[in-house]
């Protein structure tokens, strides 16, 4: 089992970057595939993008294609997304996410693939 605690959020100017940490505990965090979802305020939940047990497979969603970065740091149980050129509809409740994964290049992009989530962190982008 593992927790996940998320930070980094906060508000910034539209083009400006901002970036959200993901700290797990619990064990073999080394073993679990990664994601970050968003929600913004009366939409659904949606995802942004996944990372694989080691680091090495990424996917990411359309609108946020080489604008974000997701990365892990297995030694430090944490996982990042760096998010540059950000625009005011990337305003949402941003969510980490994890699952059992160890081995697997799968790319998890649906809520319903994922056991464990943070609590979120808002990021406001203002125009």
């Known amino acids: 089992q593992v927790q996940l605690v998320e930070s980094g959020g906060g508000l910034v100017q539209a083009g400006g970057s901002l970036r959200l940490s993901c700290a797990a505990s619990?064990?073999?965090?080394?073993?679990?595939?990664m994601g970050w979802f968003r929600q913004a305020p009366g939409k659904e939940r949606e995802f942004v993008a996944t990372?694989?047990?080691?680091?090495?497979?990424?996917y990411y969603a359309d609108s946020v294609k080489r604008r974000f970065t997701i990365s892990r740091d297995n030694a430090k149980n944490t996982g990042y997304l760096q998010m540059n050129s950000l625009k005011t509809e990337d305003t949402a409740v941003y969510y980490c996410?994890?699952?059992?994964?160890?081995?697997?290049?799968?790319?998890?992009?649906?809520?319903?693939?994922?056991?464990?989530w943070g609590q979120g962190t808002q990021v406001t982008v203002s125009s």
């Open positions: 996410s994890a699952v059992w994964g160890v081995l697997s290049n799968r790319y998890y992009r649906t809520e319903d693939e994922y056991d464990y």
């Open positions: 619990g064990r073999d965090f080394g073993s679990y595939a």
């Open positions: 990372i694989n047990w080691s680091g090495a497979n990424t």
